[in-house]
C-alpha cells in the first residue's frame, strides 16, 4: 500500500468524557480524522512532579491519513487540555479498501 493510502492510528487519553468528546469532535470537523473512538474512563499510573498520580482518564482512538500526522500533533499540542498530552502514533499498512478509501476521500489528499 502507498503512502497516499495509508492511515494512522492515534491515541490520546483526555480527563474526561466531555474533553475527549469536544476535541473529537474537532479533530473530524477540521478533517484531521476520519473517525475517533471514545473509550470507557480508565485509570491510568504515572510518574508526575516527583509522585506516583492515580487518575481518570478516557482514551481517544484516533484514525487519520498518514499524511495528516503532523497537522495532528500540532492540533493536540495547541487544544488539548493537559500540560504534555500523550500522542502515540500506529502505521496501518492493510485494511480492508472499502474503508481505506472512504477515510482517505473525508481526509482529502492536501
Not at 490520546?12 to 475527549?20: E, F, G, L, P
Not at 500540532?74 to 488539548?80: G, L, N, S
Not at 493537559?82 to 485494511?95: H, M, R, S
Request: proline content about 5%; overall charge negative; aromatic content about 8%.
Amino acid at each position: 500500500m502507498d503512502d497516499v493510502k495509508a492511515l494512522t492510528i492515534a491515541q490520546t487519553t483526555c480527563a474526561s468524557a466531555s474533553d475527549a468528546t469536544a476535541l473529537a469532535e474537532a479533530l473530524v470537523r477540521e478533517h484531521l480524522a476520519v473517525c475517533v473512538n471514545i473509550g470507557p474512563p480508565s485509570r491510568s499510573v504515572y510518574p508526575w512532579d516527583g509522585a506516583i498520580e492515580v487518575a481518570e482518564e478516557v482514551v481517544l482512538t484516533i484514525k487519520t491519513a498518514a499524511h495528516k500526522t503532523e497537522a495532528l500533533k500540532a492540533f493536540i499540542e495547541t487544544h488539548h487540555g493537559y500540560d504534555v498530552p500523550e500522542l502515540l502514533l500506529f502505521t496501518i499498512n492493510d485494511g480492508l479498501p472499502a474503508y481505506l478509501d472512504w477515510a482517505n476521500d473525508w481526509l482529502g489528499q492536501d
